[in-house]
């Protein structure tokens, strides 16, 4: 099992940043993939960012890439994910997940999730 808690969220203006985290427990987490999702009011949920188990790799959607970087942490069992040029619809729940089987874009396809941190961003 893996716990995951994320933090970081609030409200920011758009054209803003904003750093969120993502603290893993109970598993091998320099073994796992994590990944940063994003669910708005009303819509599904939608992949923004995953990273390989060594952080060599990363992976974004096309809505995001240039503006936000996942970024990963081992020896303190951490990823981030800082959110930079914030737009108002980047305005989302934002959940980090881990350990995926298959496609990184699919949420199915990951077997762990946090509880999720409020991103709201203000015209």
């Known amino acids: 099992q893996a716990q995951l808690v994320e933090s970081g969220g609030g409200l920011v203006q758009a054209g803003g940043s904003r750093r969120l985290s993502c603290a893993a427990s109970?598993?091998?987490?320099?073994?796992?993939?994590m990944g940063w999702f994003r669910q708005a009011t009303g819509k599904e949920r939608e992949f923004v960012a995953a990273?390989?188990?060594?952080?060599?790799?990363?992976f974004y959607a096309g809505s995001v890439k240039g503006r936000f970087t996942i970024s990963r942490d081992n020896a303190k069992n951490t990823v981030y994910l800082q959110m930079n040029g914030l737009k108002p619809e980047d305005t989302a729940v934002y959940y980090c997940?881990?350990?995926?089987?298959?496609?990184?874009?699919?949420?199915?396809?990951?077997?762990?999730w946090g509880q999720g941190t409020q991103v709201t961003v203000s015209s």
């Open positions: 990273v390989t188990s060594s952080g060599g790799s990363t």
């Open positions: 997940a881990a350990d995926p089987d298959g496609d990184y874009s699919r949420p199915l396809s990951w077997h762990y």
């Open positions: 109970g598993r091998a987490f320099s073994t796992l993939p």
